[in-house]
Nanobody, 123 residues
Framework: VQLQASGGGLVQAGGSLRLSCAAS????????VGWFRQAPGKEREFVAG????????AYGDSVEGRFTISRENSNNKAYLQMSTLMPEDTAVYYCAARKAAFPARTVESYAAWGAGTQVTVSS
């Protein structure tokens, strides 16, 4: 499966953005989807993940309650709705897929990755 993330941009603190992840090549419903992010000089970290059918969602501690992951298998897309953004959310955001029913929190658990999309939150 090939993935492409989009929707990043520059936003003020407190604002919102919605990222999209478009899948192609194979049936996306066979994959759990995860969102990760990487800030300069830091390791890539888990942001959110959802299972094959959009259930069993999980979130990183720093985004719990502010971000929401969803997916539309009919359109082969997944989304990350980000609200109450903070400057520390600034990073390159990546979507990833693993051929499993449930998401995972580690980078190594995902075989397919899309190119990232930059999110910059100004204070």
């Amino acid at each position: 499966v090939q993935l492409q993330a989009s929707g990043g941009g520059l936003v003020q603190a407190g604002g919102s953005l919605r990222l999209s992840c478009a899948a192609s090549g194979q049936t996306s419903s066979a994959y759990a989807v995860g969102w990760f992010r990487q800030a300069p000089g830091k390791e890539r970290e888990f942001v959110a993940g959802t299972g094959r059918r959009g259930f069993d969602s999980a979130y990183g501690d720093s985004v719990e309650g502010r971000f929401t992951i969803s997916r539309e298998n009919s359109n082969n897309k997944a989304y990350l709705q980000m609200s109450t953004l903070m400057p520390e959310d600034t990073a390159v955001y990546y979507c990833a897929a693993r051929k499993a029913a449930f998401p995972a929190r580690t980078v190594e658990s995902y075989a397919a990755w899309g190119a990232g999309t930059q999110v910059t939150v100004s204070s």
